[in-house]
């Protein structure tokens, strides 16, 4: 059993008689992104400047549920102390979120 991610349509053609079953995943209401990024992190969301980048995140992941997830996961683990602000920036380096036709 995998599980793989991928931002093509359901209706895509490459998908037909190939025997892979296609779940569609809403986004998350904003606010629900904002929680499920920050959880563990919940004073971030009273700082104004914290919050700024929190949503920021979220825009940027585009309020995927298992991206939102995985970047919480990461901010939360202990192991590392990181601000929003530099996490957002991180994210912002990375190739193929910073070439938009990437992810088309």
């Known amino acids: 059993c995998f599980l793989i991610t991928s931002r093509i ?5 490459r998908w037909k008689d ?3 079953g ?5 986004t998350l209401p ?3 992104s904002l929680q499920l990024l920050c959880r563990g992190r919940c004073e971030d969301l009273d700082d104004p400047k914290q919050f700024e ?5 979220c825009e940027l992941l585009g309020d ?4 939102i997830h995985i970047a919480g996961s990461y901010l939360c683990t202990g192991r590392i102390r990181i601000s929003l602000k530099e996490y957002y920036d991180k994210l912002c380096s990375q190739p193929v ?5 990437m992810v088309d």
């Open 30 to 32: 904003r606010d629900k």
């Open 53 to 57: 980048f929190a949503d920021k995140i």
């Open 9 to 13: 349509d359901a209706d895509d053609h």
């Open 64 to 67: 995927l549920p298992l991206a």
């Open 97 to 101: 979120l910073k070439d938009k036709t």
């Open 18 to 20: 190939r025997g892979i």
């Open 22 to 26: 296609v779940v569609p995943v809403k």
